[in-house]
Antibody, heavy 117, light 107 residues
Framework: EVQLSESGGGLVQPGGSLRLSCAAS????????MSWVRQAPGRGLEWVSS????????YHADSVKGRFTISRDNSKSTLYLQMNSLRAEDTAIYYC??????????WGQGILVTVSS | DIQLTQSPSFLSASVGDRVTITCRAS??????LAWYQQKPGKAPKLLIY???TLESGVPSRFSGNGSGTEFTLTISSLQPEDFATYYC?????????FGQGTKLEIK
């Protein structure tokens, strides 16, 4: 069974940093692209970042480009999201998801990030 | 960047009704579209991928259609557990884009 478990969320002040982790199990982690998707309170889903499995190429939404960095450690079956220069509008539940060519087929339970002073 | 316009934003229907949700892309995306169901406090669940392929385990009352710029998700006979919010997602190219969502409520 595919399992994805996020950690590292919490309350951070504007301008601060946070690193999210997503521990994966139940599948061959290095065979799949992985992504982060977020959802602000009461709002819709927003794709944030993706990382390929083969060449490690990364992609980021314009809203986080230059501030967030996605990475992966295949030896630990773990996905990361380094978030710097956080803003109030980054407040959201962050989901990690396994990415297939045709969609995100497995999701974590989500982790809340709150940016507030 | 590709924009997705989902309609309607809200839909009120009764158990047993047939409902259709539409997702329009700002440019052609072939069949690179997926549909998700999300219930409050839960992660989204994949229903349909490649525009019309039913994900394993998803009831056959759900169906998807379309290609290019216009896509539909149809629920043939609403069940109580289907009342949720539905999103389309395009995977044609980065940045990936979700539709704004359709909240399906009980009439």
């Amino acid at each position: 069974e595919v399992q994805l478990s996020e950690s590292g969320g919490g309350l951070v002040q504007p301008g601060g940093s946070l690193r999210l982790s997503c521990a994966a199990s139940g599948f061959t982690f290095d065979s799949h692209a992985m992504s982060w998707v977020r959802q602000a309170p009461g709002r819709g889903l927003e794709w944030v970042s993706s990382v390929n499995n083969n060449d490690g190429s990364t992609y980021h939404a314009d809203s986080v480009k230059g501030r967030f960095t996605i990475s992966r450690d295949n030896s630990k079956s773990t996905l990361y999201l380094q978030m710097n220069s956080l803003r109030a509008e980054d407040t959201a539940i962050y989901y990690c998801a396994r990415q297939l060519p045709w969609g995100f087929d497995s999701w974590g339970q989500g982790i809340l990030v709150t940016v507030s002073s | 960047d590709i924009q997705l316009t989902q309609s309607p934003s809200f839909l009120s229907a009764s158990v047993g009704d047939r409902v259709t949700i539409t997702c329009r892309a700002s440019q052609g995306i072939s069949s690179s579209l997926a549909w998700y169901q999300q219930k409050p406090g839960k992660a989204p669940k994949l229903l349909i991928y490649a525009a019309s392929t039913l994900e394993s385990g998803v009831p056959s009352r759900f169906s998807g259609n379309g290609s290019g710029t216009e896509f539909t998700l149809t629920i043939s006979s609403l069940q109580p557990e289907d009342f949720a919010t539905y999103y389309c997602l395009e995977l044609n190219s980065y940045p990936l884009t979700f539709g704004q969502g359709t909240k399906l409520e009980i009439k």
